[in-house]
C-alpha cells in the first residue's frame, strides 16, 4: 500500500510538487509568524527575566514593565524592613529624549537604578564598568541603539533630556519590546534628568526574598505595608507583561488569525490535490475493489499520500526560518523555534493533511466496482 500511494502521487509530479509547496509555505509562515512573535515576548519581559528580583512592586494599576507609574522611593525602606526580604532597591524604567549629532532626536527607554551589580543588570556588558555609572552623569548603551541611533564609542557625548552625558559603557542583548533603544544610568542620575516626575520618586521597587522565607507570606505583609501598591512575584509580573501585549492591544489575535491563514493554505492545498487525483484515479481504486479491497484499504492509501505530503513539506518549510534567524537577528528581532514549537507544527501539519484526506473518502466510499466494465 505505501509502495502504491507513492507511486500513485508520483504520478502527476508537477501537482505533487505544487502541494509539498504549499504545505511547505504554510509550515514556513506558522513557524516565523510564531517565533517573532514569542521573540517579541520575550524581549517584552527580558530585564524580568534577567534581573535578580524575586518580588517587583509597583503602582496600583500598572499595565506592565514599560509603562510605570512613579510612587514615593521612600517605599523602599518599607519593604527593606519587612520580615523575609533580603534585600530591595529602587528600580525606575523611563523614557528620554536623546540628541544626535545630526541634529536629529531619539527616544530611549531608560533603566535606573543604584546598584546594578547586585541585581544582575546589565546582563551582557561588551565595553565598559557599570560601577562608573555611580561616579557622574553617564550612560551605558546596548548596541543595538546604533541602528537608530548610529555609531557611537564609549567616551562619546550625547544630549539627553538636555543634558550633557557620557557613554562610558555597551550593553549587548538588551532589547525592548517596542525595539526602542535601552539606556542604562543611575537612579540619581535619572532623577536629575526627569526632575518633574522622578524626583523622590521611583518606578518600582524590586526585592530579594531571603533564604527559606515564605514567598506569600512576604508578600502578604508588602500588600499590608503598601496598600495603594501591587505586589507581585517574578512569574506573574513576566505574565502580566507579556498578557498586556497579547490581549490588550491584540497581537495575540493577529497572529492566531496570521496561524489559521497558514492552517487554509496548507489543509486547501493537500484536500484540493487529493480530491483531484482521486477524481483522476477512480477506475483505478474501482479495480481495486474488484479485486477485494476494501474502503479502508483505499482511505489508507490516501493517508499515507497525505503523511507523505505532511513530512516533505514538513521538511522544507523547516529550512527558510532557521535560514532568516540571523537575518532577523541583525535587525535586532528574535525568531525564537523552542523544539516544543517545531514539535507542534510537525504534529499539526500531520493532522491537518489527514483531516484534508478525509474529504476524499467520502468519494471513495461510493466508488463502485463494476466501473472498470464501463466504457
Request: hydrophobic fraction near 50%; aromatic fraction near 10%.
Amino acid at each position: 500500500m505505501v509502495n502504491l500511494a507513492i507511486k500513485s502521487l508520483l504520478h502527476d509530479k508537477l501537482r505533487f510538487a505544487l502541494t509539498v509547496a504549499g504545505v511547505s509555505f504554510s509550515v514556513t509562515l506558522v513557524l516565523v509568524q510564531v517565533g517573532l512573535f514569542l521573540g517579541m515576548l520575550d524581549n517584552a519581559s527580558l530585564v524580568i527575566d534577567k534581573a535578580d528580583a524575586d518580588i517587583w512592586i509597583s503602582s496600583r494599576n500598572t499595565p506592565n514593565v514599560d509603562f510605570g507609574h512613579a510612587f514615593s522611593e521612600r517605599a523602599v525602606d518599607r519593604v527593606r524592613s519587612t520580615p523575609g526580604i533580603a534585600r530591595a532597591e529602587n528600580f525606575v524604567v523611563f523614557y528620554f529624549d536623546i540628541a544626535l549629532p545630526s541634529g536629529r532626536e531619539e527616544r530611549a527607554i531608560g533603566y535606573a537604578m543604584r546598584d546594578f551589580r547586585a541585581w544582575g543588570l546589565p546582563w551582557n556588558v561588551a565595553e565598559g564598568n557599570v560601577d562608573d555609572l555611580k561616579r557622574g552623569p553617564y550612560v551605558m548603551l546596548d548596541r543595538s541603539a546604533e541602528r537608530r541611533f548610529g555609531p557611537f564609542e564609549v567616551g562619546d557625548y550625547r544630549e539627553m533630556s538636555g543634558q550633557r552625558v557620557r557613554i562610558v559603557g555597551k550593553t549587548e542583548g538588551a532589547l525592548s519590546f517596542t525595539t526602542m533603544p535601552v539606556v542604562f544610568l543611575d537612579h540619581a542620575m535619572a532623577q536629575q534628568l526627569a526632575p518633574a516626575v522622578l524626583e523622590n520618586r521611583t518606578m518600582y521597587v524590586v526585592a530579594k526574598l531571603a533564604p527559606g522565607a515564605d514567598a506569600e507570606s512576604v508578600r502578604s505583609e508588602l500588600r499590608r505595608r503598601l496598600p495603594y501598591n501591587d505586589v507581585w512575584t517574578r512569574d506573574e509580573w513576566r505574565e502580566k507583561t507579556r498578557m498586556y501585549w497579547v490581549i490588550t492591544v491584540g497581537l495575540g489575535f493577529n497572529m492566531l488569525l496570521t496561524v489559521g491563514l497558514g492552517c487554509l493554505v496548507g489543509v486547501a492545498v493537500v484536500a484540493q490535490m487529493l480530491y483531484t487525483s482521486t477524481i483522476k484515479q477512480l477506475p483505478e481504486f474501482g479495480t481495486l475493489k474488484a479485486i477485494g479491497a476494501s474502503n479502508w484499504d483505499i482511505y489508507l492509501i490516501l493517508g499515507r499520500q497525505a503523511l507523505i505530503c505532511a513530512a516533505l513539506g514538513f521538511v522544507a518549510g523547516l529550512g527558510p526560518p532557521l535560514l532568516l534567524q540571523p537575518l532577523v537577528e541583525d535587525l535586532d528581532l528574535k525568531l525564537l523555534m523552542p523544539t516544543w514549537l517545531v514539535l507542534a507544527v510537525l504534529v499539526g501539519t500531520l493532522l491537518l493533511c489527514l483531516g484534508a484526506a478525509v474529504l476524499s473518502f467520502r468519494k471513495v466510499a461510493s466508488i463502485d466496482p463494476a466501473i472498470v466494465f464501463r466504457g
